[in-house]
T-cell receptor, first 113, second 112 residues
């Protein structure tokens, strides 16, 4: 079975903290994605990566960075967390073929106080 | 830019009712179209997809037909069950582009 796991289901951090969200997939997928999900806005792409050490900005990259040192792992970093980054964060992965489906992890609900 | 518009929720139906969730899109070219479902406490999973005009995607009793003339991909099910309660997302993807563009999601609740 395809499996995308995220390091935490729930996370509470304080404003200004550096936050790491980890995502691991076991399908040998080339592509990995980070989205945030907000009510009334759907899912918005933050960053994606199509290979190790490669990354591209999505629609809302401001305030975020990413790291992909190994094929199976994709990290989202909030350099200095702010309250407007309180959200649900979803990781996804897929094979390198535009027609392939993306497989999603269960999400991390981040609250920034 | 590309966009997806879904009917606003929440939608509440009785068990065995007929379901339609509307989805229209704006995109250049010929995108592929998807419906994803998110059950409570879970991530999204692909429900069905269609890659060209007039294709019909189907899965678990759900269907959607890619209508290029009306730029629509409405989700239908003839008889819903309580277990269909979830949030449904319509999405598109352009040829050669890894990025999915999502609608805002429609929360569906089925009451016994």
């Amino acid at each position: 079975d395809v499996k995308v796991t995220q390091s935490s289901r729930y996370l509470v951090k304080r404003t200004g903290e550096k936050v790491f969200l980890e995502c691991v997939q076991d399908m040998d997928h080339e592509n990995m994605f980070w989205y945030r999900q907000d009510p009334g806005l759907g899912l918005r792409l933050i960053y994606f990566s199509y290979d190790v050490k490669m990354k591209e900005k999505g629609d809302i990259p401001e305030g975020y960075s990413v790291s992909r040192e190994k094929k199976e792992r994709f990290s989202l970093i909030l350099e200095s967390a702010s309250t407007n980054q309180t959200s649900m964060y979803l990781c996804a992965s897929s094979f390198w073929d535009w027609s392939n489906e993306q497989f999603f992890g269960p999400g991390t609900r981040l609250t920034v106080l | 830019g590309d966009s997806v518009t879904q009917m606003e929720g929440p939608v509440t139906l009785s068990e065995e009712a007929f379901l339609t969730i509307n989805c229209t899109y704006t995109a250049t070219g010929y995108p592929s179209l998807f419906w994803y479902v998110q059950y409570p406490g879970e991530g999204l999973q692909l429900l069905l997809k269609a890659t060209k005009a007039d294709d019909k995607g189907s899965n678990k009793g759900f269907e959607a037909t890619y209508r290029k003339e009306t730029t629509s991909f409405h989700l239908e099910k003839g008889s819903v069950q309580v277990s269909d309660s979830a949030v449904y997302f319509c999405a598109l993807r352009k040829f050669g582009n890894e990025k999915l563009t999502f609608g805002t999601g429609t929360r569906l609740t089925i009451i016994p």
